[in-house]
């Protein structure tokens, strides 16, 4: 199975601030990465695809870089909706794997 | 627009069967892919299987002695069935058009 190490597990930030939240792959996963945001009590929302892609009604501040077999998660000028657990999942090959997952706090 | 829809029993004796029900909308199953993934509370999140548009099925296999897919299209329905349920089989489990939309996710509690 594919391995997806992600890190930080947690942050703690400001408004305003930028954050970046990454997941490295155990092996080449070719762009096929997905970055989710989920809040308590709801279903992981898709913000990138195919590693760099904004989803259709997500703000422009969400962005996804690529190098390697890093994959970042990039959030400008924080907002306070933006609290929420961060989730990458590759879509390369089955079994579909997800990182363990980021806890963002803000200040 | 498209919706996905989870629906089954809360509790679940332990040793005992869980069956789930996806119904979707906005979309065909014959046209996607429909996938299950579970969350243990406070936990991440695992990819269970999935039912291809031509009705072919993976699992995954730390599952799959215990997981079955199937599905009937004249009703729009996913269904997965996973038997011999344990206490850590608790958590929340979505249905998802491959990895775009999601369901709202059912909670299932194992305990007697």
């Known amino acids: 199975d594919i391995q997806m190490t992600q890190s930080p597990a947690s942050l703690s930030a400001s408004l305003g601030e930028t954050v970046t939240i990454e997941c490295l792959a155990s092996e080449d996963i070719y762009s096929n990465l997905a970055w989710y945001q989920q809040k308590p009590g709801k279903s992981p929302q898709l913000l990138i695809y195919?590693?760099?892609s904004l989803q259709d009604g997500v703000p422009s501040r969400f962005s996804g870089s690529e190098s390697g077999t890093q994959y970042s998660l990039e959030i400008n000028s924080l907002q306070s909706e933006d609290a929420a657990t961060y989730f990458c999942?590759?879509?390369?090959?089955?079994?579909?794997?997800f990182g363990g997952g980021t806890k963002l706090e803000l200040k | 627009q498209v919706q996905l829809k989870e629906s089954g029993p809360g509790l679940v004796q332990p040793s005992q069967t869980l069956s789930l029900t996806c119904t979707v909308s906005?979309?065909?199953?014959?046209?996607?892919?429909v996938h299950w993934v579970r969350q243990p509370p406070g936990k991440g999140l695992e990819w269970m299987g999935r039912?291809?548009?031509?009705?072919?099925?993976s699992y995954n296999s730390a599952l799959k002695s215990r997981l079955s897919i199937s599905r009937d299209t004249s009703k729009n329905q996913v269904f997965l069935k996973m038997n011999s349920l344990q206490t850590d089989d608790t958590g929340t489990y979505y249905c998802?058009?491959?990895?775009?939309?999601w369901g709202q996710g059912v909670m299932v509690t194992v305990s007697s």
């Open positions: 039912m291809r548009y031509n009705g072919d099925t």
């Open positions: 999942q590759q879509h390369h090959d089955y079994p579909w794997t």
């Open positions: 906005g979309f065909s199953l014959t046209s996607y892919n």
């Open positions: 998802t058009r491959d990895y775009d939309y």
């Open positions: 195919d590693a760099s």
